[in-house]
């Protein structure tokens, strides 16, 4: 239309002429959007019919057909175009927008250079026009197909794409979108996926994406350091320490008193049940060790969303580009910043300052599951430790209201990721700054110890376990001089200064799986449901609970076993007297109990004793190979308990008597003989060595015939027996070992 009324237009008798095509093609251009109105109004009934409850199958298949029919037209994103700008429909819109990406990753190509910059116009206008009114399903699949034209057309034929993307960060009204903007295109063109697209062109998508990385850092981190700073302006501090003191510094100078770790005595009867509560190694609480731990004033739900984007948008780009030469302290003050909302959650039940807790801890995630080294390494070190050590004094401590930090009320996810950090801040970093003397790394692990018992779930709790695993790994990796080149560890006993606090952990660990301490949180975990390990969620906490009393005793036995005995022997004395209560001969035998809560302390106590021998049966090893002569004697205490255990459970057979909460007692009868079976064969390989050395040394052959004789004379009678399979089991394996 254009180019004719130019050249008709030099003539002014040619000028009626000229008015006459122009009116036919208004004419003609009408024609057609009357068309596509058309089409319009049929589309949005059939998505109607299809979603109608009253659609049936047949018509829902004929609309499919229907509609696969229409996709196949040449010239069809013109409609797509028409139908997204008029529809208000959702369904329409999201069909006519699916065609518009299948046509950009598809057949891109076959469109020319005039029709594609239509495209990306209207796509751009209507995105920036609309975005606030669209339904967000609706804006993000805009944004997808945008960043696919930008996937294709990316900078040679969209010079402006990026340049447009960071313009809309940049002003307020629109930085959700343009940050939406921002995270799909890290998706799709940071680490694009390799079969939608060349090696070649991939390639260059990724050299221009990190080209970008600076600029897109710088403005993220201003966005979230601009809410921080009004954040931190918002409240009064608390008065910081010296300017010329570290934070850790101040710390150290409030410490309270050595750790002073108490030892689990049960009742030596079971009518006899003290309530008792777990509790970390006693020492004065901690003084703050940075300014303005007071909660900060929840966001406006704009701000939150922008920041909630912002973080997004950094975790993203961790995954992809490379942290060693834009990482610095200063980005990392940023981030724990809001990670440390998330510890405020729990002072306001209605904040959600938990989300934006989360999705900090995701970005810092990113930086140690990549191992990020940066060039001012010993900087982000200290910076590192000194955030981790902040977060942990805040969720393990008190606010300045006084106000405890009640972990049920903290987002799931903010925890979760907590605990995942402190675990690679562990395995990646603690090791750095052990024998540094700028880092508390006593003060670090006193308070994870509070934080590992302050868990309210039980996978949360193990997932802190696997923590002190890979702590303990360490440790014990350093007993070797294969760890440093066939030289000596640094210190010959270099993780003595490490007793206190572990021996302090074994002793609470049994606290915690024990019913005399622990009964409420014990009596709701499941011990009847069997996972894909062939567990029950009771059998997997205790076998992990234990497996790290087992890894502390690699390196303090002595202390360990202290810790045990004591409980082997009150709960034994119990068990061991349960003959008083037995009434009648035979078939006819019972326990002289009430239902009630001497039948609960009484399972209690079976519980608690089953627990300890599997305890002591994960440490036979330390009583074998070098370790036999000098631990023979507490060896031989042991295995005669057992010995009288398995002996005298088979003589009363008590999983045999009737009692009044048969479905609990009985179960509890058969697992403690079981248990007291299976922790002998754990020493069959201590008996063996006994054996040969017996010979070799012409001594101690008495002894061992006779704990051959016990254990024969309590396995023997179980043969002639209807007896539960688990104790049979224990039988057979002690039997097998023994022979």
């Not at 000028?15 to 049929?42: C, D, F, S, Y």
């Not at 997204?84 to 006519?96: A, G, I, Q, Y």
């Not at 942990?392 to 009320?409: K, Y």
């Amino acid at each position: 239309l254009q180019v004719c009324y130019f050249y008709f237009s030099s003539y002014d008798c040619c000028k009626p002429l000229a008015i006459t095509v122009e009116a036919r093609a208004v004419t003609e251009t009408a024609r057609i959007t009357m068309v596509e109105a058309g089409v319009l109004n049929e589309l949005e009934a059939l998505f109607n019919q299809f979603f109608s409850a009253s659609s049936t199958n047949e018509q829902k298949l004929e609309i499919n057909r229907v509609l696969e029919s229409f996709a196949q037209q040449q010239g069809l994103w013109r409609y797509c175009v028409y139908f997204v700008r008029h529809s208000r429909n959702e369904h329409v819109l999201m069909f006519s927008l699916n065609l518009l990406e299948n046509l950009v990753t598809h057949v891109w190509v076959s469109l020319d250079a005039a029709e594609k910059a239509e495209l990306r116009h209207f796509l751009m206008d209507h995105l920036i026009s609309y975005h606030t009114s669209l339904p967000p399903f609706i804006s993000n699949k805009l944004i997808k197909v945008l960043v696919y034209v930008g996937r294709a057309d990316w900078p040679h034929q969209y010079p402006e794409f990026f340049s447009h993307l960071l313009q809309l960060i940049r002003v307020p009204e629109t930085a959700p979108l343009g940050l939406t903007f921002l995270l799909t295109a890290s998706e799709e063109l940071g680490s694009p996926r390799g079969d939608l697209i060349m090696t070649s062109r991939r390639d260059e998508l990724s050299r221009l994406m990190h080209q970008q990385v600076p600029t897109v850092l710088s403005l993220l981190v201003h966005t979230l350091e601009t809410v921080a700073e009004k954040q931190r302006h918002s409240v009064t501090p608390t008065p910081p320490p010296s300017p010329n003191a570290s934070p850790i510094k101040h710390h150290l100078a409030s410490r309270g008193s050595p750790l002073n770790p108490t030892h689990s005595q049960p009742p030596s009867a079971f009518v006899s049940h003290p309530k008792s509560h777990l509790s970390p190694p006693t020492r004065q609480r901690h003084a703050p060790i940075v300014a303005g731990n007071a909660p900060y004033a929840p966001l406006d739900s704009k701000t939150e969303e922008v920041c909630k984007l912002a973080l997004r948008c950094l975790a993203h780009l961790f995954s992809w580009m490379p942290l060693s030469s834009v990482i610095t302290p200063s980005i990392l003050d940023t981030i724990f910043h809001f990670a440390g909302l998330g510890c405020d959650s729990a002072a306001d039940a209605t904040d959600n300052s938990g989300n934006l807790g989360s999705l900090a801890m995701d970005c810092v995630n990113e930086l140690l599951v990549k191992n990020c080294v940066p060039r001012e390494f010993e900087a982000f070190l200290m910076k590192l430790f000194e955030k981790s050590f902040v977060l942990l004094q805040r969720l393990t401590g008190e606010s300045e209201r006084g106000i405890s930090c009640n972990f049920s009320h903290l987002d799931d996810q903010f925890l979760a990721k907590c605990s995942d950090f402190f675990y690679w801040f562990v395995s990646s970093h603690l090791k750095r700054v052990e024998f540094n003397p700028n880092f508390p790394v006593l003060e670090f692990l006193e308070l994870f110890f509070k934080y590992t018992f302050k868990q309210p779930e039980v996978d949360s709790f193990c997932v802190c376990l696997d923590t002190w695993g890979v702590f303990l790994d360490h440790l014990i990796m350093m007993t070797s001089s294969d760890a440093y080149g066939g030289q000596s560890p640094p210190t010959n006993n270099h993780y003595e200064r490490y007793k206190e606090i572990l021996v302090s952990m074994v002793n609470s660990v049994l606290k915690k799986v024990q019913l005399h301490y622990n009964i409420d949180e014990l009596r709701e975990i499941d011990d009847d449901a069997i996972d894909d390990d062939n567990e029950t969620e009771w059998q997997s906490f205790l076998r992990q609970s234990l497996e790290f009393v087992g890894r502390v005793a690699e390196l303090f036995p002595s202390e360990t076993f202290q810790l045990l005995l004591p409980l082997l022997e009150s709960y034994s004395q119990v068990y061991l007297s349960l003959g008083q209560i037995v009434m009648g001969e035979g078939a006819a035998r019972s326990l002289l109990l009430t239902e009630g809560p001497e039948c609960e302390k009484l399972h209690a106590v079976l519980k608690d004793l089953t627990s300890i021998l599997q305890a002591l049966g994960r440490l036979a090893e330390h009583f074998i190979g070098d370790y036999f002569m000098p631990r023979l004697s507490e060896a031989q205490l042991l295995v005669n308990k057992f010995c009288i255990l398995a002996k005298y459970g088979t003589d009363s057979m008590l999983f045999n008597v009737s009692n009044p909460v048969p479905e609990i007692l009985d179960h509890d009868f058969i697992e403690m003989q079981a248990q007291a079976l299976g922790t002998l064969q754990a020493f069959t390989h201590w008996l063996a060595q006994l054996y040969l050395d017996s010979i070799r040394q012409e001594q101690n052959q008495d002894m061992v015939a006779a704990i051959i004789s016990t254990v024969v004379e309590s396995a023997t009678p179980l043969i002639a027996q209807d007896i539960p399979e688990n104790v049979c089991d224990s039988f057979a394996a002690v039997h097998r070992r023994c022979s």
